[in-house]
């Protein structure tokens, strides 16, 4: 019988050494993975130029307060009733210094009958209109959508 209790004795070494083995294993494995999270050790100046070679050439200015003033040039996307709304209906929307008023056709029937003059006026001024009816940003072409937008409502 005392060779099978020196088997069992053995046997339980083995399983007892195995479990401890596993032990070890199961640390050692968390301590290299809890080593990924740490964040690698980098200079913050070093990185401080890494981010600013890095980072892309411009940025998008988005500013309220230059939007909607005199609408840019914008390709095939001009909006003329809104930049009337924005540049001219100051004194086209409130007949101020006598402008004539959009949509009254009494007011507009003997400018819209020059014909290409009209274009010409609001481009150059007329009167106490001054050229573009002040919105310098306009372009020619633009102020001359508009006109067609204010001639459309006042005829
Ligand atoms: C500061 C006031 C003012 C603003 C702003 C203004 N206008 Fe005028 N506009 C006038 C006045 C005043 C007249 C009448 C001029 C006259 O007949 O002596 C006029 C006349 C016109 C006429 C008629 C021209 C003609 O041949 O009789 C057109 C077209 C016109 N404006 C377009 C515009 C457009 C387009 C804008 C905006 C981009 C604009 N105006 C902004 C004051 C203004």
Redesign the pocket.
């Known amino acids: 019988m005392s060779t099978d209790s020196d088997f069992y004795r053995t046997l339980t070494l083995v399983i007892v050494g195995l479990g401890v083995f596993f032990v070890i294993i199961i640390i050692a494995a968390n301590m290299v993975s809890s080593d990924d999270d740490v964040e690698p050790k980098v200079d913050q100046r070093v990185k401080a130029r890494i981010d600013e070679s890095i980072k892309p050439v411009g940025t998008v200015n988005i500013d309220a307060s230059t939007a909607g003033a005199a609408a840019p040039a914008t390709g095939g996307s001009f909006d003329a009733a809104a930049?009337?709304q924005n540049?001219?209906f100051?004194?086209?929307g409130t007949g101020?210094?006598?402008?004539?008023k959009l949509g009254d056709k009494a007011a507009w029937k003997a400018?819209i009958a020059?014909g290409d003059?009209?274009?010409t006026?609001?481009v150059k001024g007329?009167?106490?209109?001054?050229p573009?009816?002040?919105?310098a940003s306009?372009s020619d072409d633009q102020?001359n959508l508009?006109?067609d937008h204010?001639i459309s409502e006042s005829k």
């Open positions: 930049a009337y540049n001219c100051a004194c086209h101020a210094l006598d402008a004539p400018r020059q003059a009209i274009y006026n609001a007329k009167g106490s209109m001054p573009k009816g002040g919105a306009l102020v508009i006109v204010m």
